[in-house]
Nanobody
Framework: VQLQASGGGLVQAGGSLRLSCAASGRTFSSYVMGWFRQAPGNEREFVAAISRGGGSTYYADSVKGRFTISRDNAKNTVYLQMNSLKPEETAVYYC???????????????????WGQGTLVTVSS
């Protein structure tokens, strides 16, 4: 599967952005989807994941209550709605997919086989 992330940009602290990740192929619903982010000088960190059918989600503690992951399998797209953004959340955001992942809480980047190119989110103070 090929992934294309979009929707990044510049936003003020407290603002909102919605990221999208479009996937190629006809088996999108077979993949667990996740979002990760990487700030300059930092390691890539898990943000959120969603099950194949969309019925289950899992979030990093740092974004719970502010971010929402969702998917539209008819459109082969996963979304990340980000509210109340903070300057320290400035990062490149990546979407990822894996066909065999069973546990959404398995949040390591090594659990995902496919990655998009990333989209930059800059939160100004």
């Amino acid at each position: 599967v090929q992934l294309q992330a979009s929707g990044g940009g510049l936003v003020q602290a407290g603002g909102s952005l919605r990221l999208s990740c479009a996937a190629s192929g006809r088996t999108f619903s077979s993949y667990v989807m996740g979002w990760f982010r990487q700030a300059p000088g930092n390691e890539r960190e898990f943000v959120a994941a969603i099950s194949r059918g969309g019925g289950s989600t899992y979030y990093a503690d740092s974004v719970k209550g502010r971010f929402t992951i969702s998917r539209d399998n008819a459109k082969n797209t996963v979304y990340l709605q980000m509210n109340s953004l903070k300057p320290e959340e400035t990062a490149v955001y990546y979407c990822a997919a894996d066909r065999f992942l069973r546990n959404l809480a398995a949040s390591s980047e090594y659990d995902y086989a496919y990655w998009g190119q990333g989209t930059l989110v800059t939160v100004s103070s």
